[in-house]
C-alpha cells in the first residue's frame, strides 16, 4: 500500500495536491518542486517521496519527508495529502504510521511536523494530536497576518 513515488504517479499527486483546497498556488509550486527534485535526482538524501495507494492501486495519498538537516536522527514531515474522494479512510494514518516506523529502523529519534494555525487547518491540527503529536510551538503571523505556524513533535525511539 505504501511505496517510493514514481514519475507515473506525478499527475495523480499534482491533483490530488490541487484538489484539497488547502494549497495556495504558490505552495503548489513548491510542492512540485521538491517532487521534480526527488524523481529527477535520486541520488540526493534531502526528501524522500511516498504514495499510499488504494485497493485498486490508485494514488490515494503522498508524502514529502526527510532527514533535518544538521541534527542526529530528527526527520520532517514536510508534506502530506490524501486525496479528497479517499479522506476518512485511514490514509493519512497509514503515511504517518509508515513514517514512524521508517524513522525508527533508520535510527532515527524524533519528528516534526508544521502547519499552519489558521480555522481551516482546523481538522489537521486535531489529526496530528489525535496522533499522540505534542504541541511543541506556535509562531504567532507566521506565514501572514492572523496565520501562524504550529510545530508538533513526536519521539518515535
Known sequence: MIRPMTPADRPAVLALIEATGFFRPDEIAVAEELIDIT?????????AIVV???ETGAVAGYMTYGPTPLTRGTYDLYWMAVDPKAQGRGYGRILVEWLED???RAGGRLIVIETSSSEKYEPTRRFYLGLNYTETARIPDFYGPGDGRVIYTKRVS
Do not use: A, S
Open 39 to 47: 524523481l529527477g535526482r535520486p541520488e540526493q538524501e534531502d526528501y
Open 102 to 104: 521508517h524513522v525508527r
Open 52 to 54: 499510499v495507494t488504494d
